[in-house]
């Protein structure tokens, strides 16, 4: 499969890893939106928030528990910081392997662009 972020799990294509386990992966945004900038995705290849099965309750509960964790070790869990999931091209998704964003260490605007 050509997908760019399965690439980098798998270590064909170089990518900063944050972190790893079983089920996700973490490394840091190639073009960075701001000074914490981390992708979370899962290691299964799914292409949309709208792919999502019931049985991947569990999984998308599981990187939102690693966004914590990051969003700590980072130092920006108490500034602040901001999660987001980009579905389908009005959105601006570019990559279609799902992705949360982490973005942290600068003041967030509202609305986001
Ligand atoms: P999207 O726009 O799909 O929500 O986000 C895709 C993100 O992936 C963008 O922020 C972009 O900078 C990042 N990205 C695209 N290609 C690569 C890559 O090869 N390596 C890394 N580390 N990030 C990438
Ligand atoms: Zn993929």
């Not at 979370?40 to 290849?45: E, G, I, R, S």
């Not at 709208?50 to 700590?72: P, V």
């Not at 980072?74 to 973005?103: K, M, W």
């Amino acid at each position: 499969m050509d997908c760019i972020f399965c690439k980098i799990i798998s270590g064909e294509k170089k990518g900063r890893k944050i972190y790893e386990d079983e089920l996700v992966y973490a490394f840091e945004d190639i073009n960075p939106q701001a000074p914490v900038h981390i992708l979370l995705v899962p290691k299964k290849h799914i292409p949309t928030l709208l792919d999502l099965k019931e049985k991947d309750k569990e999984l998308m509960g599981h990187l939102y528990m690693i966004a914590n964790r990051l969003a700590k070790e980072r130092g920006v869990a108490d500034r602040g910081f901001r999660t987001l999931i980009n579905c389908n091209p009005e959105s601006g998704q570019t990559v279609y392997h799902i992705h949360l964003h982490l973005l942290g260490g600068r003041m967030m605007h509202w609305p986001p662009g």
